[in-house]
């Protein structure tokens, strides 16, 4: 599996934003597929997962009020979606495959940034 993110960019607070995750080589989905950010000068923190097949989701308290996880199998791609987008929010986002919604994970992209503006 080979990850490829993308949808970041600069965006006003209130704003909504989707993030792709594709699989670029198109492999089967046996895996289990998280999202985590790492905003300037912090760890890495988990933000959400969903399932390989995608009846289950696991969203961190803190952000599942305003954060989704998707799938769509047939395109091999997995999205995050951002509502009421704060400055806090700025990070650069990751995809990972896992072997469960909780990891271990397996497999990262590369990050795709999102930088939030008031």
């Known amino acids: 599996v080979q990850l490829q993110a993308s949808g970041g960019g600069q965006v006003q607070a209130g704003g909504s934003l989707k993030l792709s995750c594709t699989d670029v080589?198109?492999?089967?989905?046996?895996?289990?597929m998280g999202w985590f950010r790492q905003a300037p000068g912090k760890g890495r923190e988990f933000v959400g997962a969903i399932s390989r097949s995608g009846t289950s989701l696991h969203l961190e308290d803190s952000v599942k009020d305003r954060f989704g996880v998707a799938r769509d199998m047939a395109n091999k791609t997995v999205y995050l979606i951002i509502n009421n987008l704060k400055p806090e929010d700025t990070a650069v986002y990751y995809c990972?495959?896992?072997?469960?919604?909780?990891?271990?994970?397996?497999?990262w992209g590369q990050g795709t940034l999102v930088t939030v503006s008031s």
């Open positions: 080589e198109r492999t089967p989905s046996r895996y289990d």
């Open positions: 990972a495959a896992g072997a469960t919604l909780r990891g271990p994970w397996l497999t």
